[in-house]
Structure formats: structure tokens, C-alpha cells
């Protein structure tokens, strides 16, 4: 098996990598060929999963030779060909995914950045028009320059074809509620750009040190945790006020937050000295409601609960690919409690398609 390195050199000539992340080889792929092929009412249906991973090789090699340390950081640790890409969405019965790039480049200088960026948005503009029945993407933005991350996305928009930003929660230890991104969350309400936040570890010291040993809590308390807490602060702020038009999309179900929302509701009522008057202008699950959510809760009961709390128009399949956290995503919503038909064909197809723009032939 070829080393990281050579690896990359190698996915250099194409460009883009499909994230293995150190997985176990039969976890990210079919042991054989097989291709499932999903229906609702006899009608065959095009799942699409809206959160999907992958790198860009020349960019972590522009992280590398910057000599940014952050450039080790398991941004990618493992690779996949994009044969076996396919034959993994095709064992699961996903048409098209919808690729991202987690952001590890918010504390990168202005010039670099702006290097990464461009060489992500285009590699990954690329990929897409030449597997566009299979793959649509998010832009990477640098969101710690609102300024030019509103630039990019425009470009990313308007001139490569991509569907919206991939963020992360939180950048560089500001909420994305910060008055100074502003720039471009009008951007993005201008655009109707779709926004897909996706957590970084983030948090104070104290708070990240009770998150360490057994049990991986970083990731499994503390990503959803991180989203719960931007979606809060977005609401909170008056930020989804001040641009009522932005689409929002949230990893993981988007955390904590649609299963106990209505206790963000009485926060305000119940100690009105800790709350600005006028902020929000109204109650916070009327924004929780309309934002997106991907369908990752992992059990029949909590997909059910995310319907009644939300609507099932805001929620679209999301993998986390190539973390194998649901063995069948599409199982997850074919046998989801309480759904009809109707629902089931939105969640898989319709939601995404719409929201995204993409073309379902």
C-alpha cells in the first residue's frame, strides 16, 4: 500500500480524494460490486446525501510547504479511488453526493488562504462538470476574512457551478453570530446560497479537557454540542433577523438544538434581564423551523421526532461519508417511523433537489 505521501502526489494529476480517514477497508467499501437501486411506490427514486467528505490534493501539499503545522492535522489520513467511491454509493443506494471539505484553513494568512481556497473551489468545480450525474459540491470560503469569503462564494456561485459554502461552527474562537461576518452572510442571503455549517473542535481549554479519555466525547458530545451552540448564538443575535433569507443547513441532525428547542423559547420569559429586548423578534423555534437538517440521528424514533419538531420538508440525507456512523442511510429513512410515502420520497429526493437546485432526471 502506498505511503500518505505518495499517495497525494499521486491524487495530485486528478485532484480530488475521497477520504478513507485510517477506516478499515471493509468499512469504506462493498466487499462486491452491487448497486441498489430505490423505490418508493414502484417510483425509482435518486438519493442524495448532502454531507460527504473529501480533499483536495494540492491544497493540504500548499498547507505543507507553507510549512503550517496545522497542515498535519488528519484533514486526510487515508484514500479512496473513485471507482470504489462509486461502488460504495452505489451498494447504498446513493445517486449523488453532495461533496465538502471541512475547513481546517481559519488560521491561515490572507495570501495562503486565499491559495487554498482557489485551488479547492476549482479542483472541486472540475470534478463535478465532469461527474455531474453523480457529484454536485460546496465552495470553501475563508471565513476568518469576511470580506473575502463573500468573494469567493460569489466566484464559487457564479463562475464554478458550486451549490453554496461549507463553514465550520465557529472560526477561530468567534461565533459565526459576530457582527464582522456579516459581509458574508449577506452575501450569502443574496446569492441564496445554501450554507452547510459542519462543526470544528472548538471550546475553552477547561471545557475541551473534560471531553478527553474513553469514549471519544470531542467528537460525539462535542461536534453536535458546537453546532447547537452557532445555531443558538445565529438565532440569538438577531443575525438570521438581520438576513432573513439565508439558507441554513446543519450537520448531524443540527445537534442538540430541534430536540430541545422549546426550552430556548422560555429562556427569555423566564429571565428577561438576560435577553436584549427585540432579540430575537421572535420565538426562537420559528427559526430552528426554518432551517435544514441532515437526517444523521441514527435511530427510527429520533428521525421521527426531528419530523414532528421541524417539518419534513427541512430534512435531506446526510452519510458523514466515509464515517460509517449508519450502516444504511437510506434503510434509516425507507423504514423511518411514522413517515408516509410522501415523506419518504421528499427526505430521499425532493428536499435536496429543490434546495440545492439540482437537476433529477
Not at 68 to 81: E, K, M, Y
Not at 87 to 114: C, F, H
Not at 271 to 287: D, I, L, M, N, S
Request: hydrophobic share 40%; charged share 20%.
Amino acid at each position: 500500500m502506498k505511503n500518505r505521501r505518495e499517495f497525494i502526489k499521486q491524487a495530485a494529476k486528478t485532484g480530488l480524494l475521497f477520504v478513507g480517514c485510517g477506516l478499515a477497508e471493509a468499512a469504506r467499501q462493498p466487499s462486491r460490486q452491487t448497486t441498489r437501486v430505490v423505490t418508493v411506490r414502484g417510483r425509482r427514486l435518486k438519493t442524495v446525501d448532502v454531507h460527504a467528505h473529501c480533499a483536495v490534493a494540492e491544497a493540504i501539499e500548499l498547507r505543507r510547504s507553507s510549512g503550517n503545522q496545522a497542515a498535519n492535522q488528519p484533514l486526510l489520513l487515508d484514500g479512496q479511488a473513485l471507482a470504489d467511491r462509486l461502488k460504495t454509493m452505489d451498494a447504498q443506494g446513493i445517486e449523488i453526493a453532495v461533496l465538502s471539505i471541512n475547513p481546517n484553513w481559519y488560521d491561515v494568512d490572507r495570501d495562503l488562504v486565499s491559495k487554498i481556497v482557489a485551488v479547492q473551489n476549482e479542483r472541486m468545480a472540475a470534478f463535478c462538470a465532469s461527474h455531474g450525474d453523480r457529484f454536485a459540491a460546496f465552495a470553501s470560503v475563508a471565513l476568518q476574512f469576511p470580506d473575502l469569503a463573500a468573494q469567493q462564494l460569489e466566484q464559487a456561485m457564479k463562475k464554478l457551478g458550486l451549490r453554496g459554502a461549507a463553514i465550520g461552527g465557529s472560526v477561530a474562537g468567534r461565533e459565526l453570530a459576530d457582527p464582522a461576518f456579516h459581509p458574508f452572510w449577506a452575501k450569502a442571503e443574496e446569492l441564496g446560497a445554501v450554507v452547510f455549517i459542519h462543526p470544528q473542535g472548538s471550546g475553552t481549554a477547561d471545557f475541551n479537557n473534560r471531553l478527553k479519555g474513553n469514549g471519544l466525547l470531542g467528537n460525539v458530545i462535542g461536534n453536535p454540542l458546537e453546532t447547537t451552540i452557532a445555531l443558538s448564538h445565529l438565532i440569538f443575535e438577531g443575525t438570521l433577523d438581520r438576513f432573513p433569507g439565508l439558507k441554513i443547513l446543519a450537520a448531524h441532525g443540527g445537534g442538540y438544538l430541534p430536540s430541545y428547542m422549546n426550552r430556548s423559547d422560555n429562556g427569555c420569559r423566564t429571565f428577561p434581564a438576560q435577553c436584549r429586548a427585540g432579540v430575537p423578534k421572535e420565538r426562537p423555534t420559528e427559526y430552528v423551523k426554518r432551517m435544514y437538517y441532515d437526517s444523521l440521528v441514527f435511530t427510527s424514533e429520533a428521525l421521527r421526532h426531528l419530523v414532528a419538531e421541524v417539518g419534513v420538508d427541512r430534512i435531506v440525507v446526510g452519510t458523514d461519508y466515509p464515517y460509517p456512523w449508519v450502516d444504511a442511510p437510506v434503510d434509516h429513512v425507507l423504514n423511518g417511523a411514522g413517515l408516509t410515502d410522501t415523506d419518504r420520497e421528499a427526505i430521499l429526493q425532493g428536499n435536496a433537489a429543490k434546495l440545492l437546485g439540482l437537476r433529477i432526471a
